[in-house]
Nanobody
Framework: QVQLVESGGGFVQTGDSLRLSCTAS????????MGWFRQAPGQEREFVAY????????YYGDSVKGRFTISGDNSRNTVYLQMNNLSPDDTGIYYC?????????????????WGQGTQVTVSS
């Protein structure tokens, strides 16, 4: 499994913005898609967004549409998540995933390559 490294989390206030980054450390790895999930304390992991590199199609969870934007650099196996107008409901650990892990994650299955996560805390 490829190693994924997330960064960019932090402690912010309601209405603030954050930009998360995730990079696959294996330069020989070529993902078809990269994405983000999040998990709040005591809750199930939730799909946030993913991008398909073949046509740069993007997909978002309902709770983040219009506020979050996923983008990235396929040549660098790097994906970003720009999060705007954050609220306390966005608090959680944000995980990066690739390919089959994204499909599994949307189905609620923990499988495939995942990062260790980066903490995002939004105060009211």
């Amino acid at each position: 499994q490829v190693q994924l490294v997330e960064s960019g989390g932090g402690f912010v206030q309601t209405g603030d913005s954050l930009r998360l980054s995730c990079t696959a450390s294996d330069r020989t790895f070529s993902a078809a898609a990269m994405g983000w999930f999040r998990q709040a304390p005591g809750q199930e992991r939730e799909f946030v967004a993913y991008i398909r590199w073949s046509n740069n199609s993007t997909y978002y969870g309902d709770s983040v549409k219009g506020r979050f934007t996923i983008s990235g650099d396929n040549s660098r196996n790097t994906v970003y998540l720009q999060m705007n107008n954050l609220s306390p409901d966005d608090t959680g650990i944000y995980y990066c995933a690739v390919d089959a892990a994204i499909v599994a994650g949307i189905a609620g299955i923990d499988s495939g390559s995942w990062g260790q996560g980066t903490q995002v805390t939004v105060s009211s």
